[in-house]
């Protein structure tokens, strides 16, 4: 029996070598050979190699693989090898070294061609698995021949109803963002609608599907979706909460397999596609940073040409678990198109007169925020419209945000030694600040719940948050829950009666969706003694629920949780334990992440050296969106 699970045990040469290593695990070893079996043909090492890493790579959320970048790709564990031991290919010799292989070429006998290599425009040669690359040909395709007409519009009525929904915002002069968001979404069949946490999103497409609404009248068919059935849920009643202010028409979100309508067995296979479109007149698809390259291109085969789709999302986030962050290429892949025709006239006030780069750039001019570079009015031209302002969280944390999106340590950590309050970097050891709140939170929980105050309660909980890259080790969830129940009980009473499953304050985490009671996979909520019975209450918008326990499927503490389950959510203050800077978790993304979920004040807990390291790790999420396919 094989020792040690990270070993394939019919690994030889080249592909056990960089297995014991940690850069390959044993799943990319089996896929690599397997594909040489059934094709039955001689591989060369070197390309044998370079299919079991792009299996890894796409393990790790790239679509395929730069063929001169094979070093950087996220190994599968940590052996205490060095990688940089193993014998490499020559990365100038291996695009045609692959190119000519069996597994690149189809014949009369094996038609199939497991393997393709793309250049692109920039000279990079990309591998990917057939799978992934006629997905990511789709893809490409469908957003360009959607990107080639328009719908038509009355540029004049369009104006009107723009000016009713954005009304000028006297505390912020100067180009209304969301305003040309609306009218993008008129003029386009793909609009792209990016922004951090609190920049008003849901905000801005409530009144998109309100502008639709007055333009196309009440026939409209308008679909909401969203990759999770929580992200789903929260659309719902954003959207609904909405509907106070503005003519909206009654829509259920629900998630993009729903749309899409799963059939029996499982997988990507889903009653509407290419030749059973969906019957909508706009889609729109929020957390869209979270939809892997499948899905999207299962969502982009069922949409009719003439249904306006709106992507929402945060591509500076956390992407899919799967590969493939489609909404960060859309947004982040260079434009180049010239604004013209009803866009540029019903933008005109906003845009005009339009800077160069490099005046923002800068600082040239006094406010980046005050004035529409070129740039940005390409990515208009070409869908995309990002929104900047928020209106959630305090200037210190949004400049933290900023630096840590931008990859840029020293500012970041300039940012924290200046001293300010809400936000501080302590290592563990010393973490009295974080201490002291996190110890507050709990006594805060446990006292309303205890009183069974369940609203209370639940404001609590979502009060603060402790937030962690990993479940387990010394710097992971299970742990760190463990810490924050003792320091919970640091000088009060013995309100914590951990020995009992279900006691007052406990805060839960579900972990199973229960459709019929509307509670999701990720919802957290309390438990609250009512009367002489617990209960769990859990809140949704301005809905209180509660709900016995025993009814209750998969359900943990919340004490601490992933940055990951933290997605989609916001609290007043957040304590984020740093991983160690070798963690393979630890990156630019689940930092931003991390920190974006904060309101008013963030505690990071860890090392100047860790956050440094954090900041300074870009995901590598591989794919050939970004650029132009200039062979195949
Ligand atoms: N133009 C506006 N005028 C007034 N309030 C606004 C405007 N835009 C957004 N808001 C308010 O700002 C808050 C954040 O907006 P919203 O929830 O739409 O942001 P978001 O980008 O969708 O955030 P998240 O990513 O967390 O869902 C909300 O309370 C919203 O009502």
Redesign the pocket.
Known sequence: MNADNRIALRAEGVLADFNRAGVLGPADVHVARRLVTIRRAEVDPDVLLAVALTVRAVRAGSVCIDLARLRDIPPDSDTGTDPAELSWPDPLALPDKVRASALATTSVESPLQPLRVVTTDDGASLLYLDRYFREEQRVRAILAERAAGEPFVEVARVATELGAL?PP?PEAPGPDR?RMAAAVAATRWTTVLA??????????AARIIALLYALHGSGLRVGLCAPTGRAAASLQD?VTAQSAQIALPDVEAVTIHRLLGPLPGGGHRFRHHASNRLPHDVIIVDEASMVSLTLMYHLLEALRPTTRLVMIG?PDQLASVDAGAVLADLVHRSHTTELAGPLADLVTTDTAPPVTDTATDTGAATDPDATVAVSERSEMADGVVR?RRR??FGARIGRLADAVRAGDADEALSILDAGAPDLTLEPVEEAHIARGEVSAWVQTMSSAAERGDAEAALTALGGHRVLCAHREGPAGVRQWSQRVTAWGTDGASSFLDLDRPWYPGRPLLLTETDHRARLFNGDTGIVVAEDDRLMAAFGRGTDLRLVHPGRLRGVSSAYAMTIHRSQ?S?YRAVAVVIPPADSALLSRELLYTAITRATDSVRLIGTAEGLRAGIERKVLRASGLRSSIIDV
């Open positions: 954005f915002d969301q922004g951090g946490p609190g920049t008003g999103k849901t905000h801005t954003a945060d929104l209106r959630r989609g916001q």
